[in-house]
């Protein structure tokens, strides 16, 4: 397709506007005539696929939907738990003894500092001193520390 058509090849497909070199070029070219055609043809095809606006479900489709997603809803092992009272207080005890549970961990692992890290942390700092020296030196206390910690855990 030649570069005036496919400049105005929105106005020659649509119809609205006005391309007289397009036309012009049409009347003369019958690769882009012929090219054009096939377009308008694929345009129309596309057309009927549309859906109309007017399409509605029949009456009372979305009450049976409801209806048969109750109903399954019911069949379900876990409508036991989930539409009954026994199910609604089992979830509600389930929660307090998880709430209960947290809190006490939270509280006593925090008073020991053990959930902070606060002792270890301590105990390192004051332990081992800092390494300095060139870089033989820092390899041999790495290596020293790595063996006495490794010590110490069995």
Not at 28 to 51: F, K, N, P, W
Not at 53 to 65: C, D, I, K, M, N
Not at 76 to 105: C, D, E, N, Q, T
Request: some cysteine; charged content about 20%.
């Amino acid at each position: 397709m030649h570069g005036s058509v496919r400049n105005g090849l929105e106005f020659l497909l649509t119809g609205k506007g006005d391309c007289p070199k397009a036309k012009q070029h049409l009347v003369l070219c019958e690769s882009c005539s012929v090219e054009l055609g096939t377009m308008r043809a694929q345009a129309a095809l596309l057309q009927t696929l549309r859906a109309p606006r007017e399409l509605e479900p029949s009456a009372g489709f979305y009450a049976r939907v409801m209806q048969r997603i109750e109903e399954r809803a019911r069949d379900s092992m876990w409508a036991v738990f989930i539409y009954s009272p026994f199910g609604k207080r089992l979830a509600y005890a389930s929660l307090m003894i998880a709430v209960v549970l947290g809190s006490y961990v939270l509280t006593e692992e925090g008073l020991d500092g053990h959930l902070l890290g606060e002792n270890i942390v301590a105990q390192q700092l004051h332990d081992d001193p800092l390494v300095v020296g060139d870089q033989a030196q820092q390899r041999d206390a790495v290596l020293q520390n790595f063996a006495v910690h490794q010590g110490n855990i069995q």
